[in-house]
């Protein structure tokens, strides 16, 4: 066999290198023409302040992990991020509803709840430079202090741009245009609007300091305590009502139980998806 085709086989039979990772700062740095992508609020919504909060919800074992991309030789490697990306998309979306006219304040009684769901950038290899494509997911939720949900949804934006090969600056276009048009569609969502518009918003109840019960310990009305399985049936018809963590946890405290938590009892409770907090306010009033 001639050595030419022996130094083909061989070369086919080694694996290609892996691709050394990728890390890009988080920076918000759009190439969209200003103006381009934009918000229209109705009237009203300039005038009433909201709280912004930010969730990362994206699911990653690695929460720096941002993209994937391919090399030269085909192998995939990691777009990494030089910072928080909760932290980016509350700064961000500041950024972005003051300049389309909303007034963020951080006490506002009306807040605006955002999952970063989806924050993912992809670089295709290409025979001249890059192709990068950027989805940004944002399902958010317009509540009060007090947990009463006004609307909810979600947003998405997608972008695309060529560019050179490995390169940080194109992934943080790339991602900061799909950011800023979820960002844009989320505020243009006409249900959002709406319930902005019509929300009278009450501020989170006063957490009131209950005494432990005592061993044998009735309830107000002088009977027995409630099981835990008779709370359970109260705090999901509470929860139907879409009452928020805050005042399920000042429901609870306010009850006794007459037996303690069996392991049926927290299986159902968590089955149930009542919120860890509850939970453990709820084990509080048992005996």
């Known amino acids: 066999m001639r050595a030419s085709a022996i130094a083909v086989i061989v070369l086919a039979a080694v694996p290609a290198l892996a691709a050394q990772d990728l890390v890009i700062p988080l920076k918000f740095v759009p190439t969209t023409k200003p103006g381009t992508v934009t918000a229209q609020l ?17 699911g990653m074992k690695s929460v720096d992990l941002v993209g994937e991309g391919t090399a030269d030789n085909d192998s995939v490697f990691r777009i990494r991020a030089r910072g928080h990306v909760p932290s980016f998309a509350k ?9 389309w006219g909303v007034v963020v304040d951080e ?6 709840a955002v999952k970063a769901s989806r924050f993912f950038v992809r670089e295709t290899n290409m025979v001249l430079g890059s192709t990068y494509q950027a989805e940004v997911q ?3 939720v317009l509540r009060d202090r007090a947990g009463h949900v006004y609307a909810e949804g979600a947003a998405l934006g997608t972008a695309q741009q060529k560019g050179r090969k490995h390169n940080a600056a194109n992934c943080g276009e790339v991602l900061s245009n799909a950011f800023e048009q979820a960002a844009a569609n989320l505020l243009n ?8 518009v019509a929300a009278k ?6 957490a009131v300091a209950a005494a432990a019960p005592s061993p044998g310990s009735r309830d107000a009305a002088g009977g027995p305590g409630k099981t835990p399985s008779q709370l359970l049936q109260d705090v999901n018809k509470l929860r139907k009502q ?17 037996s303690g938590f069996s392991a049926d009892d927290l299986v159902a409770w968590k089955r149930a998806g009542v919120p860890e907090p509850v939970m453990q306010a709820a084990m509080k009033r048992a005996p």
Not at 91 to 99: I, K
Not at 107 to 112: E, F, M, P, T
Not at 243 to 256: E, M, P, W
């Open 138 to 140: 944002l399902p958010f």
């Open 189 to 196: 969502t006409a249900a959002l609007q709406e319930a902005w």
């Open 91 to 99: 700064a961000t979306l500041h950024d972005r509803l003051s300049a």
């Open 242 to 258: 879409q009452l928020g963590t805050n005042v399920l946890v000042a429901y609870v405290s306010k009850q006794t139980l007459a």
């Open 107 to 112: 006490k506002s009684q009306l807040v605006l």
């Open 201 to 206: 918003p009450h501020a989170a109840p006063v």
């Open 42 to 58: 109705r009237e009203g919504i300039s005038s009433r302040s909201v709280a912004i909060v930010v969730e990362d919800a994206r």
